[in-house]
């Protein structure tokens, strides 16, 4: 019997709503928003401090009774943060909600074609290769060594790796030695210390039977700039080494304008991609000076000419986006961008900073007959809800290109800089 009620408890809707009630709530300066699920039952109000927020629009300080049945309607005049103290009929103590509020921000949504190109922190290991000697063929030593594909070569005998050169200088100097090569390998976020010993080929040359890349380059797409600043962030994912999720250390790099030239379909199964050429002495460049979960980002030094939207629009935080039509703003053909309607069909619910925080379904015929969907080098083009800037586009479904993830504009706003990191947090420490 007791587990019957439980079960009736958990299921009926008063009880939902009083379990879904959120216990933190960002808001943007100046933006009305209603907080749901409404409260199912009388409920007693206040606000730890006066004139950040009104509820219902009366200022808190003193206390309001809110009716049953009603959102909480909150407009936040003032960046800071506050607490409500909540209590059920007046006398029963039920919840604190901190509530964060945040400056408003414009951006000028991107959607352009991006030429990536970075130089890593080390040496990727991207293959091996069996050496031929002049006694027969001698299996990859760095792969006996226990050297991974996907392994980021930081030193060699000590020296920090910078071009593929260097690498083969010291595999020189150390194969006509007879010494092994000392390499200090990152792998995981952890850093191992292996020796390969170089064996000789018929050329005479000394190899370590590894092949690796000092870069990387592709096409992407720009999801905003800060007009005043020049910040801009894009990609919305990271750029990750052969067969790893993690970001890709950068030691420099830079984005260029880039031309479609075409565009391979995306089929169930098979991701299509975006064919670009770089133009890297026209128009709009910038550098890149981080890499991480949610993107690149860094300075332009030259603005886009061609925009799709040309002035700044606010940004919508994750609590503000919801299920239903958008738009995302992207490249198919040339170097202009254009709008293509989307139905944001999923919002996860994301209090802390995570990638793939929604999904999205593609319904332009025009997107849909030209592309398949969503494919590689859309990574990035922003999506338009409701006038304002709320994610990009990351990954397409491999097995329905028509559908795609995308992250929340806010994390990639935080991480390129726009927010100072003490605007977040302080709710956490008001509580």
Same mark, same amino acid.
């Given at each position: ?10 299921v009926s809707t008063p009880l939902q709503g009083i379990i879904m009630f959120p216990d933190h709530i960002r808001l943007s300066q100046g933006q ?84 990536v190109l970075v130089r890593s922190s080390g040496l990727l290991v991207v293959g091996y290769a069996d050496l031929a000697t002049e006694s027969g063929t001698v299996a990859s030593p760095s792969r006996q060594a226990g ?123 098979? $991701?299509?991609?975006?064919? +670009? #050429? &770089? ?10 000076? /981080?890499?991480? =979960? *949610? ?105 329905? $290109?028509?559908?795609?993830? +995308? #992250? &929340? ?10 927010? /100072?990191?003490? =605007? *977040? ?7």
């Open positions: 019997m007791l587990i019957a009620v439980v079960l009736l408890l958990t009305l928003q209603e907080i749901k699920p409404a409260l199912p039952f009388t409920t007693y109000v206040k606000s730890a401090q006066e004139g950040i927020l009104e509820v219902q629009g009366r200022d808190l300080s003193n206390g309001w009774k809110i009716v049953p049945g009603a959102p909480l309607t909150v407009t936040p005049h003032q960046v800071g943060s506050t607490v409500l103290e909540m209590r059920l009929f007046g006398f029963i103590p039920w919840r604190r909600v901190v509530v964060d509020v945040v400056p408003r921000i414009n951006v000028v949504p991107g959607g352009h074609s991006i030429g050297i991974k594909q996907g392994d980021l070569i930081l030193r060699a005998n000590g020296q920090i790796l910078i071009t593929i050169e260097q690498l083969t200088s010291i595999v020189q100097h150390s194969g006509h030695k007879q010494n092994p090569v000392r390499l200090t390998i990152q792998r995981a976020g952890r850093q191992l210390h292996l020796q390969v010993k170089p064996v000789q080929g018929q050329d005479d040359i000394f190899r370590l039977g590894l092949y690796v890349k000092d870069g990387s380059a592709g096409v992407g797409t720009l999801t905003f700039y800060d007009p005043e600043t020049k910040t801009y962030a894009a990609l919305g994912h990271p750029i990750v080494g052969e067969q790893s999720e993690e970001p890709l250390p950068v030691r420099s790099g830079r984005i260029v304008k880039a031309s479609i030239s075409g565009i391979q379909e995306g089929v169930a199964g098979v $991701p299509g991609e975006k064919i +670009g #050429v &770089f133009k890297a002495q026209t128009e709009f460049s910038g550098t890149i000076e /981080q890499n991480t =979960i *949610f993107g690149i980002s860094g300075h332009l030094q030259e603005r886009p000419r061609e925009h799709c939207i040309a002035h700044p629009v606010p940004i919508a935080l994750a609590t503000e986006v919801h299920t239903g039509p958008a738009e995302i703003i992207t490249v198919l053909q040339g170097d202009r961008p254009e709008r293509y309607a989307v139905e944001i069909s999923r919002v996860y619910q994301q209090q802390q900073p995570a990638g793939k925080g929604l999904i999205i379904k593609v319904t332009d015929e025009r997107l849909l007959q030209k592309a398949g969907g969503i494919v590689q080098g859309m990574s990035g083009s922003p999506i338009i809800q409701d006038g304002r800037l709320v994610g990009a586009v990351t990954h397409v479904m491999v097995n329905d $290109p028509t559908r795609g993830y +995308g #992250v &929340f504009i806010e994390w990639m706003v935080r991480e390129c800089g726009l927010w /100072q990191d003490n =605007i *977040f947090g302080e709710g956490a420490a008001a509580s």
